[in-house]
C-alpha cells in the first residue's frame, strides 16, 4: 500500500482530475443556481486558505487531510459550475427572422442537401440585432453555390429554426443529447432562396491554413492515382477524413476490430511524432538547438491535429507527445500517467462536454490500459527472438487496450470482435507503414512519376490491409453481436480492472478475492435481469419514415417485422433494436419480412405477440377475404395500406388502429377523419412518437 500511495504522489494531475471529473458529471445531471455554486466555491476557497499549510506552518501535505479535502471540494464545485455555465445557451435565437454567421468546419455532402455547422455572430429579432454565438446544423439544398461553400464562409439565412429533437423511438440513440453536448440545440432547412453568401475565407487563419493543407494533401492522393476504396481508407487513415468510406468498408473493421485505424488517435500522432524526431534529429546534437527542436516537433504535431479535426484522442495525443518532447529535451522524463490526467483535464477544462464523447472515453481508457497493464502482461513470456519478440510486444499492447476497452465497447456498440488480437498484429504495422510511404507521396508528389509509382506500393499496401479485414471479417464468429451491458455492470467491470491494476502494482494477492466477489455480483446482476424480463411481453410500432418497422418482444425473445430495406441492412437492425436487446435482456433474436408494396398477395400479416392480437395491413386489402370477422385489439395500417376505413371495419372487429409513420401525410389526414366520424380510437405515430405496448398498459 505504501508503494501504491508513493506512486500516486507522482501523479499530481490525478488528484486535480478526479475531483474535476465528479464535479462535471454531477453537473450534467443534477443542475442548480450559479449563485449556490459560486457561493459554495467561494466558502471552500477561503477554508483552503485558512487551513493551507502555508498559514498553519504544516508543512507535511499528507496529514493535514482537510486542507487537501477542501482543495478537492473547491475542484469539484468549480467543474459543477463550469459545466452549467459551459451548457447554458440563449434559446430566443429559436426566434430568429434573419441569422448571421460563419461555416465553422468544412461542408459535407449529403444525398440530398449540403450540411454545414453554422456559428452564428448576430442575428435579427424584431427588427434589432442581437450579438450571439449558438451553433446551428444547417442543411442547405444542393446548387452551384451550396457546394461551393468553405470553412470561414459568411452567410445569411431566414431563420426558419426548430429544435433538435429525437425519432421518438424507445431505447434509441440520443440523437438530442448527442448535438447537445456538441452544444447544438437547433437546426433548419434552408432552400437556395433563404440563403445569401457574404463573403468568404474569414475563419480563424490556422484552421484555414490546415484545412487548406488536408484539401491540398486529398488532390495530391488524386492526381497520383489513389482511387475507390483505397482512397477512402488512406484519406480516413491519414487525415480523418471519412466522408468516402462505404458501409462495407465500416462493416469489414468494425467487426475485424481495425475500425481504430480508420480513427486518427494516438497511434498516428506517435508515428508522426517517430518520424518528426527522425527528420529533425540534428537540431538536438547541440543543447542550445534543442529548443528549436522542441517548437518544431510541437508545432507540426499541432498542425496535424488540427487538419484531422482536433477529436479528443487526437487532442489528447498531441497534448502528451508535446509533455514528452519537453520533458525528453530537457532531460526530464514526465509520468506518463501524470501526462495523461494533465491531457484529461487541459481538455475538459475547455470542453466539459468531451467527457461524455465515445472518442474521448475510448481514448483515454486505452492509454491508461496500456500503461497500466502492457508491461505486466510482456513479462509473462519471454522471447529470445527479434521476430516473435516484436509481434509478443505487439500483442502485450493490443491486449493491455483491450482489458481498458472492451466493457465500454461493448456497452455503447453491444458487439465485441473475436479476433480483435490478430488484426492489431496485421494492422498496426500496415498502419505504420502506409503513414510512411504517405510522406513518401507528398515528398516527391513535385515530380509525378516518381509519385505514380509511390502511389501504385501504396494502393497495394491498402489493398492488403483491406484483403487481411475482410478476411479476418469473414471468418467464423468474427464478432458477437447484440450483446449487452447495462450501467451497474459497466461500473463494476472498471471496478475489477482497477483492482487488477492495484493488485499488479503492489503485489498484493488478498485483492484477488474481492475480484472474484465482483465478478460474482455481475453474474447475479445478469441474472436478475432475465428473471426479471421472462415474463416480458411488448410491442413496439417503430416511428420510421417510408418503411414499417413493429416488434413483438415474448419473455427474452424478439422478433423484427419489417420491410426489406431494413432487415437485410444490419446497421438499421442494430440502430432500432440494439438498446432495446439490452435493455430487455434478449437472448434470441430473428427478423420477418413485411409485403413491399400494393401488389403483393398477401396484404395482411399477423403479428405473433403474446400481449394482444395485432395485424398489419399493407396493400389492396380487397385481396383478403374472410368468412367471418376477425377479432383484433389492434390494426396497423402500413404506408400503401387501403384507406377505406369502412371497409376495413367490415373485416376486422377492432377498436383501435395504428397509423404507421411510413404511410402519406394527405393518407393520414382522411383516416384520422374517418376514425373520428365512426368513433374508432386511432394512434398516428407521425404525430406522436412509436406506439409501444407493454405488461403495464
Not at 506517435?270 to 543543447?287: P, V, Y
Request: charged letters at 15%.
Amino acid at each position: 500500500m505504501i508503494m501504491l500511495i508513493n506512486e500516486l504522489r507522482k501523479i499530481p494531475f490525478l488528484r486535480l482530475l478526479i475531483p474535476f471529473v465528479l464535479g462535471l458529471i454531477t453537473g450534467n445531471f443534477f443542475a442548480l443556481p450559479l449563485y449556490i455554486l459560486f457561493t459554495a466555491t467561494a466558502i471552500c476557497i477561503g477554508l483552503s486558505f485558512i487551513y493551507s499549510p502555508l498559514i498553519t506552518n504544516n508543512l507535511a501535505y499528507s496529514k493535514n487531510w482537510i486542507f487537501g479535502s477542501l482543495i478537492s471540494l473547491s475542484i469539484f464545485f468549480i467543474a459543477y459550475s463550469h459545466t452549467i455555465n459551459y451548457n447554458t445557451i440563449d434559446t430566443k435565437i429559436e426566434n430568429a427572422e434573419t441569422i448571421l454567421g460563419i461555416v465553422d468546419e468544412p461542408p459535407k455532402k449529403t444525398a440530398r442537401s449540403i450540411k454545414i455547422i453554422l456559428k452564428t455572430l448576430k442575428y435579427e429579432k424584431n427588427n434589432s440585432w442581437v450579438e450571439d454565438n449558438s451553433l446551428l446544423l444547417i442543411y442547405m439544398a444542393q446548387d452551384s453555390l451550396s457546394k461551393s461553400l468553405k470553412y470561414g464562409d459568411i452567410i445569411s439565412i431566414k431563420g426558419n429554426l426548430r429544435a433538435i429533437t429525437n425519432a421518438g423511438n424507445p431505447n434509441e440513440f440520443d440523437y438530442k443529447k448527442y448535438l447537445h453536448r456538441q452544444r447544438i440545440y437547433f437546426q433548419a432547412y434552408t432552400k437556395s432562396n433563404q440563403w445569401i453568401l457574404l463573403d468568404r475565407n474569414r475563419g480563424n487563419f490556422l484552421y484555414t491554413f490546415s484545412y487548406n493543407i488536408r484539401n491540398e494533401i486529398l488532390t495530391i492522393y488524386k492526381k497520383a492515382g489513389i482511387s475507390g476504396d483505397e482512397f477512402a481508407i488512406l484519406s480516413a487513415l491519414t487525415l480523418g477524413v471519412k466522408d468516402y468510406l462505404s458501409d462495407d468498408i465500416v462493416k469489414n473493421y468494425s467487426h475485424s476490430g481495425a475500425m481504430h485505424v480508420l480513427a486518427v488517435s494516438g497511434l498516428h500522432v506517435g508515428i508522426i511524432t517517430m518520424m518528426l524526431n527522425f527528420l529533425l534529429s540534428f537540431f538536438r546534437k547541440k543543447a542550445k538547438l534543442r529548443i528549436v527542436h522542441t517548437v518544431a516537433v510541437i508545432c507540426f504535431l499541432w498542425i496535424f491535429a488540427i487538419i484531422t479535426g482536433l477529436t479528443p484522442s487526437v487532442t489528447r495525443s498531441a497534448l502528451m507527445f508535446s509533455f514528452f518532447v519537453v520533458g525528453s529535451n530537457s532531460n526530464r522524463k514526465p509520468h506518463s500517467l501524470n501526462s495523461l490526467a494533465a491531457s484529461a483535464f487541459i481538455i475538459l477544462s475547455f470542453n466539459p462536454n468531451a467527457l461524455f464523447y465515445v472518442g474521448f472515453q475510448l481514448s483515454f481508457l486505452a492509454v491508461t490500459s496500456i500503461l497500466l497493464f502492457q508491461k505486466p502482461i510482456s513479462k509473462l513470456l519471454i522471447i529470445n527472438n527479434f521476430v516473435g519478440n516484436e509481434i509478443w510486444q505487439l500483442t502485450s499492447v493490443s491486449i493491455a487496450a483491450q482489458i481498458g476497452t472492451t466493457p465500454i465497447s461493448i456497452y455503447y456498440f453491444h458487439q465485441f470482435p473475436v479476433y480483435a488480437l490478430l488484426t492489431n498484429i496485421i494492422v498496426i504495422p500496415a498502419a505504420m507503414l502506409i503513414m510512411y510511404i504517405t510522406v513518401l507521396l507528398i515528398l516527391v508528389s513535385f515530380v509525378s512519376s516518381y509519385a505514380s509509382y509511390v502511389a501504385i506500393f501504396l494502393s497495394f499496401v491498402i489493398k492488403m490491409l483491406n484483403q487481411s479485414t475482410q478476411f479476418i471479417e469473414h471468418l467464423p464468429f468474427s464478432s458477437i453481436e447484440f450483446i449487452s451491458l447495462n450501467s451497474a455492470e459497466l461500473i463494476i467491470s472498471y471496478a475489477i480492472i482497477i483492482l487488477l491494476a492495484i493488485m499488479f502494482a503492489t503485489q498484493n494477492k488478498k485483492l484477488l478475492f474481492m475480484v472474484l466477489l465482483l465478478l460474482i455480483s455481475i453474474f447475479a446482476i445478469r441474472d436478475f435481469r432475465y428473471l426479471k424480463n421472462l415474463n416480458n411481453n411488448r410491442l413496439i410500432v417503430f416511428k420510421t419514415n417510408k418503411n414499417s418497422a413493429i416488434a413483438s418482444i415474448k419473455g427474452l425473445n424478439m422478433t423484427l417485422y419489417a420491410d426489406t430495406a431494413i432487415t437485410n441492412n444490419k446497421q438499421n437492425i442494430s440502430y432500432l433494436c440494439a438498446n432495446i436487446i439490452t435493455e430487455n435482456a434478449i437472448t434470441h433474436f430473428k427478423t420477418e419480412k413485411l409485403p413491399l408494396d400494393s401488389s403483393s398477395k398477401f396484404p395482411v400479416v399477423f403479428i405473433d405477440a403474446n400481449i394482444a392480437k395485432v395485424a398489419y395491413l399493407q396493400g389492396k386489402i380487397d385481396r383478403f377475404k374472410s368468412d367471418k370477422k376477425i377479432s383484433l385489439d389492434y390494426i396497423i395500417l402500413g404506408g400503401k395500406s387501403s384507406i377505406n376505413i369502412e371497409y376495413i371495419t367490415d373485416l376486422f372487429d377492432c377498436k383501435y388502429i395504428i397509423i404507421d409513420a411510413s404511410m402519406p401525410k394527405w393518407k393520414q389526414k382522411l383516416i384520422k377523419r374517418d376514425c373520428i366520424n365512426q368513433n374508432i380510437q386511432y394512434f398516428n405515430i407521425s404525430d406522436e412518437e412509436a406506439f409501444v405496448l407493454n405488461n403495464q398498459n
